[in-house]
């Protein structure tokens, strides 16, 4: 099965910071991986789709691209509410495997 | 709207059973396939599988093979997640979500806690 490897698995930064975290894929999933947002307590949600397309109503200060098999969100400029664990996941054949979370907290 | 509906929180015993239920609304019930997402306590998302209401058809992670099994109740747009002799690892939150590949919509989730 492909692994997602998904790095860091925490992080700290300023409101107003550029994070990026990175999802490498074992093999090629072409571009059928998501990202989802998961805040303290709640339901997780779709962020991106496609790796790069963004669901309706998602800030546009989030981005996803890709380049081969490694994918990566951007938070173009942090916000507080962006406090969350993110996740992505490929979808291109079962088992839809998530990769292991990224936290990220406000410095 | 879209919802996903899922039961409140359950309190089980080792080697009982247990069967979650996801009531599905807003759309045609047999479009698209349910997975379902365990998350145990302060860990991460896993997803277990799905189901296509449609015909029942049934996916499986290899990590939930032959540990779990789904059902679909087409005349109640209902969805199920058997958990069958439930030990103490089996608690967890369980989601159930819309899957048209990508996972779109989410149930609240039902927490499970097995303890003697």
């Known amino acids: 099965d492909i692994e997602m490897t998904q790095s860091p698995s925490s992080l700290s930064a300023s409101v107003g910071d550029r994070v990026t975290i990175t999802c490498r894929a074992s093999h090629d999933i072409t571009n059928y991986l998501a990202w989802y947002q998961q805040k303290p307590g709640k339901v997780p949600k779709l962020l991106i789709s496609g790796a790069s397309t963004l669901l309706s109503g998602v800030p546009s200060r989030f981005s996803g691209s890709a380049s081969g098999t490694d994918f990566t969100l951007t938070i173009l400029s942090l916000q507080p509410e962006d406090v969350a664990t993110y996740y992505c996941?490929?979808?291109?054949?079962?088992?839809?495997?998530f990769g292991q979370g990224t936290k990220v907290e406000i410095k | 709207e879209v919802q996903l509906v899922q039961s409140g929180a359950e309190v089980k015993k080792p080697g009982e059973s247990l069967k979650i239920p996801c009531k599905v609304s807003?759309?045609?019930?047999?479009?698209?396939?349910i997975g379902w997402v365990r998350q145990m306590p302060g860990k991460g998302l896993e997803w277990m599988g799905m189901?296509?209401?449609?015909?029942?058809?049934?996916r499986f992670s290899p990590s939930f093979q032959g540990q779990v099994t789904f059902s679909a109740d087409k005349s109640i747009t209902t969805t199920y997640l058997h958990l069958n002799n439930l030990k103490a690892s089996d608690t967890a939150t369980y989601y159930c979500?819309?899957?048209?590949?990508?996972?779109?919509?989410w149930g609240q989730g039902t927490q499970v806690t097995v303890s003697s």
């Open positions: 807003g759309y045609d019930f047999t479009t698209y396939w």
């Open positions: 996941q490929k979808y291109d054949m079962t088992p839809y495997t």
């Open positions: 979500t819309r899957q048209p590949n990508f996972l779109d919509y």
């Open positions: 189901i296509q209401p449609r015909d029942s058809d049934t």
